[in-house]
């Protein structure tokens, strides 16, 4: 699946950057020249994307050879190896950025969710990723958040309902939002931001499987997390449609804000996930370089 929708994002990285010819390799290297390249880290962090690396060799010369050394997902050092590259000279050269590139934003994805992970470990909180993503990139980039520990939300606008702050001002309200979806409900999972205890309280009824509180404080989230469970209690949901590892049925996330100082705290109040925009938005890239370690 990962190559099926990576492989023509490949194809025009390469011919963005390639364009006519890589006219500094051609000119300064023998068409016959070997050479045995690695991919090194730089700096701590997690690893993905060296299928996107590999596939930048393939389309470019399908005579080089890349072996991976570290599984995507994979916590690494600095110094370490994590793909060695073989075949002509300057198919390595010409494809280094490229691969290069996908990798090095891919895998500060991962770095920057393993992160946020780790602060909540022992909550039972789930960090999700959102729909902030790069334009034509959403799949590589959610993928990332995976091999980072995180999980994704929804992929797009057409695989799960969520029914925001402008969608209840434009529909007039919480009941009457949902009460249009309900008439016409397709069988995806249905999310409900609100603003207010008003509205959760509002919000609180068979047929909805996440609540969103958005930019409210810890404590506010604590207070919300005591009254949907307390609904939960006296509203038992049919098993059926709670999802595996749920703690109640409608789930509770957080969004907004929040950061690496903050998360921990949103964890402990109980909410079941919290998301976070930053992951795909604002990773910095992980550090890696290519070097040519042996040609002939």
Same mark, same amino acid.
């Given at each position: 699946?990962?190559?099926?929708?990576?492989?023509? #994002?490949?194809?025009?990285?390469?011919?963005?950057? *390639?364009?006519?010819?890589?006219?500094?390799?051609?000119?300064?290297?023998?068409?016959?020249? =070997?050479? /045995?390249? *690695?991919?090194?880290?730089?700096?701590?962090?997690?690893?993905?994307?060296?299928?996107?690396?590999?596939?930048?060799?393939?389309?470019?010369?399908?005579?080089?050879? &890349?072996?991976?050394?570290v599984p995507d997902g994979s916590k690494v050092e600095p110094?370490?190896?994590?793909?060695?590259?073989?075949?002509?000279?300057? %198919?390595? $050269?010409?494809?280094?950025?490229?691969?290069?590139?996908?990798?090095?934003?891919?895998?500060?994805?991962?770095?920057?969710?393993?992160?946020?992970?780790?602060?909540?470990?022992?909550?039972?909180? /789930?960090?999700?990723?959102?729909?902030?993503?790069?334009?034509?990139?959403?799949?590589?980039?959610?993928?990332?958040?995976?091999?980072?520990? =995180?999980?994704?939300?929804?992929?797009?606008?057409?695989?799960?309902?969520?029914?925001?702050?402008?969608? #209840?001002?434009? +529909?007039?309200?919480?009941?009457? +939002?949902?009460?249009?979806?309900?008439?016409?409900? !397709?069988?995806?999972?249905?999310?409900?931001?609100?603003? %207010?205890?008003?509205?959760?309280?509002?919000?609180?009824?068979?047929?909805?499987? /996440?609540? $969103?509180?958005?930019?409210?404080?810890? @404590?506010?989230?604590?207070?919300?997390?005591?009254?949907?469970?307390?609904? &939960? !209690?006296?509203?038992?949901?049919?098993?059926?449609?709670?999802?595996?590892?749920?703690?109640?049925?409608?789930?509770?996330?957080?969004?907004?804000?929040?950061? $690496?100082?903050?998360? /921990?705290?949103?964890?402990?109040?109980?909410?079941? &996930?919290i998301s976070v925009g930053a992951l795909t938005h604002s990773?910095?890239?992980?550090?890696? %370089?290519?070097?040519? @370690?042996? *040609?002939?």
């Open positions: 699946m990962l190559e099926a929708v990576a492989l023509p #994002i490949v194809k025009w990285a390469l011919s963005e950057d *390639v364009g006519t010819g890589d006219i500094t390799t051609l000119n300064t290297l023998p068409s016959n020249m =070997g050479a /045995r390249g *690695v991919i090194l880290v730089r700096a701590p962090g997690v690893v993905a994307g060296s299928e996107l690396a590999r596939l930048c060799f393939r389309e470019l010369d399908p005579t080089v050879v &890349c072996e991976t050394l110094g370490m190896a994590v793909m060695k590259v073989f075949g002509p000279a300057g %198919s390595i $050269l010409t494809g280094e950025r490229t691969a290069l590139n996908f990798m090095q934003r891919m895998s500060g994805i991962a770095t920057l969710t393993r992160k946020y992970v780790d602060r909540v470990a022992g909550t039972g909180c /789930r960090i999700l990723d959102t729909r902030k993503t790069t334009p034509g990139l959403r799949y590589l980039e959610k993928y990332a958040v995976q091999m980072g520990g =995180g999980e994704n939300h929804r992929f797009a606008l057409w695989d799960m309902y969520l029914v925001k702050d402008n969608h #209840i001002r434009a +529909a007039g309200g919480v009941t009457a +939002a949902l009460d249009r979806i309900m008439r016409t409900r !397709q069988d995806v999972p249905l999310e409900i931001e609100v603003e %207010s205890l008003d509205q959760l309280k509002e919000a609180l009824r068979p047929g909805v499987d /996440r609540i $969103l509180l958005d930019n409210r404080t810890i @404590e506010e989230v604590r207070v919300a997390v005591a009254v949907v469970d307390a609904w &939960c !209690q006296a509203n038992p949901p049919d098993p059926r449609v709670v999802a595996r590892r749920a703690r109640r049925w409608p789930e509770l996330e957080v969004s907004g804000g929040v950061s $690496l100082e903050t998360v /921990r705290g949103y964890a402990e109040t109980g909410v079941d &996930c990773a910095p890239a992980l550090d890696l %370089s290519l070097e040519i @370690e042996d *040609v002939g």
